[in-house]
């Protein structure tokens, strides 16, 4: 069974940084693609990168939202089988719930539709105030 938590929200001021990070147990995130998505009050769920392993290469590619490239960045512990999420320069517009998720097929391609992934994280709450 695949399981996935989610740590590491809090509250925060403008301009400060925060690591989330996603537990995974059941499959290995050196083999799965894994994402993070937030959702806002009153908004649709959203993108904010993913971690996708890839057979021909060593290291998992990484993709971002626009509005996150250059302040967040993701990366994997295949050892923890953990994701993490470096979140840099925190604007008030990050604030939301962040959630991790991931795919059923093993070295699938990333998307950035929520409806591509299987297994969901609880949520951990972020919120930057001005």
């Known amino acids: 069974q695949v399981q996935l938590v989610d740590s590491g929200g809090g509250l925060v001021q403008a301009g400060d940084s925060l690591r989330l990070s996603c537990a995974v147990s059941?499959?290995?995130?050196?083999?799965?693609?894994v994402s993070w998505f937030r959702q806002a009050p009153g908004k649709e769920r959203e993108f904010v990168a993913a971690?996708?392993?890839?057979?021909?290469?060593?290291?998992?590619?990484?993709y971002y939202a626009d509005s996150v490239k250059g302040r967040f960045t993701i990366s994997s512990d295949k050892d923890k089988n953990t994701v993490y999420l470096q979140m840099n320069d925190l604007k008030p517009e990050d604030t939301a719930i962040y959630s991790c998720?991931?795919?059923?097929?093993?070295?699938?391609?990333?998307?950035?539709?929520?409806?591509?992934?299987?297994?969901w994280g609880q949520g951990t709450p972020v919120t930057v105030s001005s």
């Open positions: 998720a991931t795919q059923r097929e093993i070295y699938g391609s990333y998307s950035i539709n929520d409806r591509a992934y299987t297994y």
């Open positions: 059941g499959q290995s995130v050196a083999s799965y693609v």
């Open positions: 971690s996708s392993p890839s057979t021909g290469s060593p290291r998992p590619f990484r």
